[in-house]
């Protein structure tokens, strides 16, 4: 563990990196010094601040190098399977097989960002006719375009029906460019009728038992599309063992959100917390290096719980933080502001959540699928939120509205609702685009402002961290 | 006994109106007028006018008895949610498949009209036995015959007025005041692709026609895309309810299907029949699903592309749209 | 001895109506002028046209056929007849540019983007008329919250390393966004060429991906140096300003009155 855990600029990363070797800290063959990205164009590391452990480090190489993986599992001939937007479901069947990789296309969603909008991606996605009040998720065109970032999948797998509009439109654009998808249906989650029998998922949430039917004939399908892709069968005891891999690493991620959510002293900055969970959606092209990478933070972070280390102040604002940002560096902006991360809801808690190992494995995913947020209603997963927002002991909530997204102009209203009806706590809205710096006032004035609410009134004590 | 007031009242062209009626249901099809400033949620921006407006006419509409809503869209599933909230009116949420090509998909959208029946029968309808429902499809199929027949007699705003009042209405004597002076063949022949318009934008039909153009295809929701295909006679004795199906599922091509080639299939086809020479497309600001056609559409055809957006509720919105059609046609003469 | 006729075009934009007098007979331009919009825009037109003929010693009776095009083509009431925009500046602009395929215009209120087919007609148009953003009107907030001249945000934007990302899709919040940027810091000639950037990225999405050559560019936005580098950045391929930019929808709008003139006189030999 770091002596003096704390977040800490790029340049100061290089000399920690020294001290690292120095001390003989294990490195992967990924590792190295992260200003070595910038050279390749990730120009938004220069002004954001990371944790200053060996952890932190590995995560962030493990993240910014998920490009080469991509390439080098290309160059020795595995299958390389795009599946987007269920985020969570189908890698998980995907990695069950021997020589397939897995990853989520919509992440180019934070290139924009990362590259400070030097890829010129987004432009291109203007030319296709997909312009700003689209999601940034239409990054992802260019990605395709160019072809500079992820090699072209040898499949294209998207889910439709219970998603986002934009999304699917994005994706039919693809489409509509000469790159077959296989498209699959995830529809809208609803409660069971009289009469229906009802199956309970994970996340509070249930379904009737037709719907669950449903969706296993989907995923079925699409086993059957990468079994015929690999000339590989994957019979129930392989999906099995994928599916105990996928919750290894889904364990250690709930650990460390309790553990970063509950501590009095937050252990770990938000920006390496939202990089973690978003490991477990796809493992970010790895899935035994996600297992290792998410071990090695966990210790980290028990490690400052159990002497007592953070690396903000104790009377730090805890935010729960509803949909994912498309700018990296507003998690900085959160805690500068006074905040920390106390409960998110990144539209996947679905692939957070443990799947079930005493059902037949394609029941299992069904189930997993039909519990996304996104399924379902906006009081459905506002429920979730709230009993997430009980569960870490949040102080208010943060809806981050993504520019363009369809869902997020009448569910953040609907979410804020219920929140407020259920609990005495501010509940704020705000856009966030993938480059907020010319917004940073903006976005500034209003964080500090939620911190200045909360702190301004009476506060709720804050939980002794225990084992769940 | 149903009251005879109690009506259903929708906006998807996917909920088949005679599935309604022949549940003793009266089904009303609602065209929003356009967007009430009063708007239940404050939120304008991201927010479709089109949703805004359905939303509004919901929670006007006071004689109605329940209203259905359907997946197909991301922000009128989000609608659905906000009646749960904000509106006593029973209501229902269709699940309408984005995918067709799997017979999963199909078996789905069957279940979720039997499902449909199910809340209807709750609301006072009765189970439709297989001859009423056989008597109501041919009537609905007989109405939307005479309307395509009428076509080529009718203005694009009567022909638009004619499927917007049997979906309002029910089949009946729609066509009778109908010119029937002879067909009309002036001005430069021009499709008019889009999503749903409401009642305010239907002037945009008028100003074509004014400034020299003539619709001969409408291909918005609301128009002659949105209305199911003609039903098989043999399968409708056989199975009515699979023919219903079919010919709403199987036959409405919409910019939401998954893939959606079947619609640029359709195009063609219409295109090429009636021999446009030009596309007037219609989409509302904030409408994605439309939008990111507009692109496509542009690259798949040779004809001009007129992007007509609107917000629906303002009048420099007129003033822009008249301008663009004028030069447009200008181009075109 | 009979007097020659001439034809006028007049431009009635949203920042300032242009006129351009014609020799029908050849084509030749007798006369331009130009005077700021207001409020009055009839009265400011009649002024102009008065003022133009009558600094060229011409009558008005020797007016044969006034076109108006434009924003406030309607109010212009002396006008025989109105043509959009769109027609007049392309063939303003091929008057000038003979081979040209693509006219991208961006005015005071609105950005259009023309493709001409093989026979020099527009064969299709795009136009942005609904969001300041992508307009004129950018650049003069700029210019207003940065205490300059309009004209020398081009100059200023040539010098930067680093445009700004500017973020909003609404101008009214993009100046928000300005005074943040100056706040922080961030050099103004990444904030001017930031916007110009803003303003290209609009035409991008106008464009789409097949823009043929020749591009020309012309309105009055033509006429403030740097944006049609920052155009040729955002499209990847070189861009043309117009001869006389501000002039070419009222050029285009004199030669359709001229062409009509001939149109009607021609019917007149064959009656």
């Known amino acids: ?468 | 006994m149903t009251r005879p007031e109690t009506t259903i009242i929708y906006t998807c062209p996917y909920v088949p109106a005679e599935w309604i009626a022949a549940h003793g249901l009266h089904p009303c099809r609602v065209i929003p007028e356009t967007a009430d400033p009063a708007f239940l949620t404050a939120r304008t921006e991201g927010v479709c006018p089109y949703v805004r407006s359905f939303i509004c006419e919901v929670m006007k509409y006071k004689q109605a008895g329940g209203v259905v809503v359907t997946t197909v869209c991301d922000q009128m599933r989000r609608v659905f949610d906000i009646l749960v909230r904000n509106c006593d009116l029973p209501a229902f949420l269709m699940n309408v498949p984005n995918t067709w090509q799997s017979i999963a998909a199909q078996k789905l959208y069957i279940e979720e009209l039997k499902r449909l029946s199910r809340f209807l029968i709750r609301l006072g309808g009765m189970s439709p036995s297989t001859d009423v429902l056989i008597n109501k499809m041919l009537e609905y199929d007989k109405a939307r015959k005479s309307i395509l027949a009428a076509r080529e007699y009718l203005s694009a705003r009567q022909y638009a007025e004619a499927i917007a009042v049997l979906g309002r209405d029910g089949p009946g004597g729609l066509l009778n005041d109908a010119a029937r002076s002879g067909p009309l063949t002036a001005g430069v022949p021009l499709a008019i692709v889009g999503g749903p318009l409401m009642k305010r934008d239907l002037e945009i039909l008028g100003m074509v026609e004014e400034f020299g153009g003539r619709i001969v295809l409408d291909a918005t929701e609301t128009g002659e895309r949105g209305m199911c295909a003609p039903f098989n006679r043999r399968r409708l004795s056989d199975d009515p309810l699979m023919e219903l199906a079919s010919a709403y599922f199987g036959g409405i091509q919409d910019a939401s299907r998954r893939p959606d080639s079947e619609l640029y299939k359709w195009l063609k086809r219409q295109l090429v029949t009636r021999a446009a020479r030009g596309i007037v497309f219609h989409r509302y600001v904030w409408c994605d699903m439309w939008h990111a056609e507009l692109g496509r559409l542009k690259e798949w055809t040779d004809l001009p592309v007129l992007d007509i957006d609107t917000a629906g509720d303002n009048e420099t919105d007129r003033n822009r749209t008249e301008n663009r059609i004028l030069a447009f046609l200008e181009t075109l003469q | 001895m009979e007097k020659k006729m001439i034809c006028a075009g007049i431009d009635a934009g949203s920042r300032a109506i242009k006129i351009v007098l014609m020799d029908p007979g050849n084509q030749q331009v007798i006369a331009k002028g130009l005077v700021d919009q207001g409020v009055e825009q009839n009265k400011l037109a009649s002024a102009l046209f008065e003022g133009v003929l009558k600094n060229k010693g011409i009558n008005k009776k020797n007016v044969a056929k006034i076109v108006a095009t434009g924003y406030g083509r309607n109010a212009v009431s002396f006008a025989d007849t109105t043509i959009t925009e769109i027609t007049c500046h392309a063939v303003g602009v091929r008057r000038l540019v003979p081979d040209v395929k693509t006219i991208i215009d961006i005015g005071g209120q609105d950005s259009k983007l023309l493709r001409l087919g093989r026979n020099g007609k527009v064969r299709d148009f795009a136009m942005n008329d609904r969001c300041a953003a992508g307009t004129g009107r950018f650049l003069e907030v700029v210019a207003q919250r940065m205490g300059i001249e309009l004209e020398s945000l081009g100059l200023m934007a040539a010098k930067s390393l680093s445009p700004a990302a500017i973020s909003s899709m609404c101008v009214v919040f993009a100046e928000t966004e300005i005074t943040g940027l100056l706040a922080s810091g961030t050099a103004s000639e990444d904030i001017v060429a930031g916007v110009q950037a803003a303003i290209a990225a609009r035409i991008i999405g106008m464009a789409g991906r097949n823009v043929e050559q020749p591009i020309i560019f012309t309105g009055g936005v033509a006429m403030i140096s740097g944006m049609d580098a920052a155009l040729q950045s955002a499209l990847g391929q070189s861009v043309q300003v117009s001869p006389d930019p501000q002039m070419t929808g009222a050029l285009g709008a004199a030669i359709l009155a001229s062409d009509r003139l001939k149109q009607s006189q021609d019917i007149t030999c064959i009656g």
Not at chain 1, 44 to 50: A, G, H, I, T, V
Not at chain 1, 236 to 252: D, P, S
């Open chain 1, 1 to 468: 563990m770091i002596e003096t855990p704390e977040r800490i600029t790029l340049e100061e990363w290089d000399q920690q990196y020294k001290l690292l070797q120095k001390a003989g800290i294990y490195q992967p063959d990924y590792g190295g010094p992260l200003s070595r990205h910038v050279e390749d164009g990730d120009q938004r590391l220069l002004k954001l601040q990371y944790d200053n452990s060996a952890a932190a480090l590995r995560l962030w190489n493990f993240l910014l190098t998920e490009e080469d993986r991509l390439h080098k599992a290309r160059a020795d001939g595995k299958k390389i399977i795009g599946t987007m937007k269920d985020l969570g479901t189908v890698p998980v069947m995907a990695y069950s097989f021997d020589n397939v990789v897995a990853f989520y296309p919509d992440g180019a969603w934070w290139i924009p960002c990362v590259m400070e909008l030097s890829a010129g991606l987004l432009e291109i996605a203007d030319s296709l006719g997909i312009d700003e009040s689209f999601c940034p998720v239409r990054a992802m065109l260019g990605a395709f375009v160019t072809g500079a970032h992820f090699p072209v999948p040898d499949m294209l797998i998207c889910s439709v029906g219970a998603t986002c509009d934009d999304f699917s439109a994005i994706a039919q654009r693809l489409n509509g460019l000469g790159h077959p998808i296989l498209w699959w249906e995830i529809p809208h989650r609803r409660r069971a009728e009289t009469g229906e029998a009802m199956v309970n998922l994970t996340g509070g949430f249930s379904a009737p038992e037709c719907q669950v039917e449903f969706v296993k004939s989907e995923l079925d399908r699409i086993k059957n599309a990468l079994e015929e892709l690999t000339g590989e069968q994957l019979n129930e005891e392989k999906l099995c063992a994928g599916i105990k891999e996928a919750n290894q690493v889904r364990r250690y991620l709930a650990e460390l959100r309790y553990l970063a959510f509950t501590a009095e002293l937050c252990p770990i900055p938000a920006l390496e917390m939202l990089v973690a969970e978003m490991l477990a959606i796809h493992f970010c092209s790895d899935r035994n290096e996600t297992i290792a990478v998410l071990k090695d933070l966990l210790d980290e972070v028990k490690a400052r719980v159990r002497t007592g280390k953070g690396i903000l102040d104790a009377d730090a604002v805890r935010i729960f933080w509803v949909n994912p940002v498309a700018d990296l560096q507003v998690m900085n902006l959160l805690e500068d502001c006074g905040g920390r991360i106390c409960g998110t809801e990144y539209l996947f808690t679905h692939a957070l959540d443990i799947i079930p190992e005493n059902l037949p494995p394609i029941e299992a995913l069904a189930q997993m699928a039909l519990a996304d947020p996104m399924a379902g209603s906006s009081a459905d997963r506002a429920q979730r939120i709230c009993t997430d927002i009980r569960r870490f002991g949040a102080e208010t909530v943060l809806i981050s509205r993504i520019p363009g997204a369809s869902h997020c102009a009448l569910e953040g209203e609907i979410i804020s609702q219920i929140i407020q009806e259920t609990f005495d706590i501010p509940v704020l809205e705000i856009e966030v685009p993938p480059v907020t710096d010319s917004m940073r006032p903006t976005v500034c004035t209003r964080l500090e402002a939620l911190v200045e609410t909360v702190k301004a009134r009476p506060r709720v004590k804050q939980r002794k961290w225990r084992k769940k």
